[in-house]
C-alpha cells in the first residue's frame, strides 16, 4: 500500500510548487489542496510547516518526509490520526463525569505544547519508526520558552521530552501515562535552535514501558540532555481520581 505520509508529502510539494517554479496541473494542485483544506476544516495540523519554522527545521522535515516515501518512517500530524483517536477514548474511559460535565472547560483546553502562537513557543514534528520502537522529535524552542536568558527552560526542555517519549509509549503501549522522568542536562539548548529528540522503547513488562531518550543538536555532535522514563498502561477498570 502506498504510505498515507508520501501523499502528503506529494500533495505538499503541489502546493508549495508555485514559488518554486513550474505549476503543476489544476486536477493536482485541486486534490492537494481539498487534502488538506479538509483537515484544517477540523483542526489545524501544528505538525507542518509554517512561517516561524526556520531552515534546520524545515530541512529536517523535508528529509524525514522523504523517508516516509517508502514506509519505514511515518509523519505524525498533531490531528487527524491515533492522537485523537486515543484522545476521545481517554476521554470516554477515564473522565470522570463531573469533569466530562464541565463543557466550557473543557472547550478551553488545550495540548500544552500546542497553547502558543506560532513560533513563539515548542514548533515541532515527530516521525515514528515501528520497526526500531523508535520515536524522533525535531524541536525549534521558541522565546517564550526562556529559562537563563537566550537559552530553554529546563522545564520546557522536559516538556518536550516527555511529549515525545509519551507517543513513543501510547504508540507501542495505548493509553499511558508517566510515572517516572529522570533527565540529566548536559549542556544548555539556545532559544530559536533546532534539536532533535530521539526516543525508543527499551522494555515492556506487563503494564510498564521503559523509554529512553536524548536532546542533540541536527548534526548530532552536541548532546544537550539524556533522560530515561517509565509510562504506566492506564487499567480501564481504576479511576485515576
Ligand atoms: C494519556 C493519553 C492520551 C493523550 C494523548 C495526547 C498526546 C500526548 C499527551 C502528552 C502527555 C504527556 C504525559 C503526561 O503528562 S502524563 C501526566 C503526568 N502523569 C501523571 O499524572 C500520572 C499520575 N500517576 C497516576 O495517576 C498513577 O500512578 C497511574 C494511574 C499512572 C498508575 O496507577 P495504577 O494504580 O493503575 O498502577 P499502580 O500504582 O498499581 O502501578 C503499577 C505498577 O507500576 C509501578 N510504579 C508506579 N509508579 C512508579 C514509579 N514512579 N516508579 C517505579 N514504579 C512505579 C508500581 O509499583 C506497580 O508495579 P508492580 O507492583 O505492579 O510491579
Redesign the pocket.
Known amino acids: 500500500m502506498f504510505p498515507a505520509c508520501a501523499v502528503r508529502l506529494r500533495a505538499l510539494h503541489i502546493l508549495r510548487a508555485p514559488r518554486g517554479g513550474v505549476l503543476p496541473p489544476a486536477g493536482e494542485r485541486r486534490a492537494a489542496q481539498k487534502l488538506f483544506s479538509s483537515e484544517k476544516v477540523i483542526h489545524k495540523d501544528r505538525s507542518l510547516p509554517n512561517s516561524s519554522w526556520n531552515s534546520d527545521l524545515k530541512l529536517m522535515f523535508d528529509q524525514f518526509m522523504k523517508k516516509c516515501e517508502d514506509g519505514s518512517w511515518e509523519h505524525l500530524p498533531s490531528y487527524g490520526s491515533r492522537?485523537s483517536q486515543?484522545?476521545q477514548?481517554?476521554k470516554e474511559v477515564?473522565l470522570e463525569t463531573k469533569l466530562r460535565k464541565d463543557e466550557q472547560m473543557l472547550s478551553q483546553a488545550r495540548?500544552?505544547?500546542r497553547s502558543y502562537e506560532d513560533g513563539l513557543g515548542f514548533e515541532y514534528v515527530m516521525f515514528h519508526n515501528e520497526q526500531e520502537k523508535r520515536t524522533v522529535c525535531f524541536c525549534q524552542g521558541g522565546p517564550y520558552l526562556q529559562g537563563p536568558p537566550g537559552f530553554l527552560h529546563g522545564g520546557s526542555i522536559a516538556?518536550i521530552i516527555?511529549?515525545t517519549?509519551?507517543?513513543t509509549a501510547?504508540i507501542a503501549g495505548g493509553?499511558?501515562?508517566?510515572?517516572?522522568l529522570n533527565i540529566n542536562y548536559k549542556r544548555p539548548i539556545p532559544l530559536c535552535s533546532v534539536v532533535v529528540i530521539n526516543c525508543q522503547v527499551d522494555k515492556i513488562?506487563?503494564?510498564?514501558l521503559f523509554i529512553s531518550c536524548d536532546v542533540r543538536s541536527i548534526d548530532e555532535k552536541t548532546l544537550y540532555s539524556d533522560a530515561t522514563s517509565?509510562?504506566?498502561?492506564?487499567?480501564p477498570n481504576?479511576s485515576?481520581t
Open positions: 492522537s486515543i484522545v477514548y481517554f477515564f495540548l500544552f505544547t516538556t516527555d511529549e517519549a509519551s507517543m501510547i493509553i499511558v501515562m508517566t510515572v517516572n513488562e506487563g503494564r510498564k517509565l509510562f504506566i498502561k492506564l487499567d481504576k485515576l
